[in-house]
């Protein structure tokens, strides 16, 4: 991440994800600004990851039965 601003927008996605699982990455670091690449599965159509942009490397996940 660019600054601990973008830093910290983009792990508090991370932190307040409703309902959504992380299964693989999570993993942060402020101090060197590293966030892993991160799925969450399903998060809450509400989350901070489906209502703002991310530009980091957060990716929500959502499973279907049928299109």
Same mark, same amino acid.
């Given at each position: 991440? &660019?600054?601990?601003?973008?830093?910290? %927008?983009?792990? !508090?996605?991370? *932190?307040?994800?409703?309902?959504?699982?992380? &299964?693989?990455?999570?993993?942060?670091? %402020?101090?060197? !600004?590293?966030? *892993?690449?991160?799925?969450?599965?399903?998060?809450?159509?509400?989350?901070?990851?489906?209502?703002?942009?991310?530009?980091?490397?957060?990716?929500?996940?959502?499973?279907?039965?049928?299109?």
């Amino acid at each position: 991440m &660019i600054n601990h601003f973008h830093f910290d %927008r983009v792990a !508090k996605m991370l *932190d307040e994800n409703h309902g959504g699982k992380v &299964i693989v990455g999570g993993k942060t670091n %402020r101090a060197v !600004k590293h966030i *892993d690449p991160t799925i969450i599965l399903e998060p809450r159509q509400d989350s901070l990851c489906m209502v703002d942009e991310i530009f980091g490397p957060i990716l929500p996940v959502y499973t279907y039965e049928s299109i």
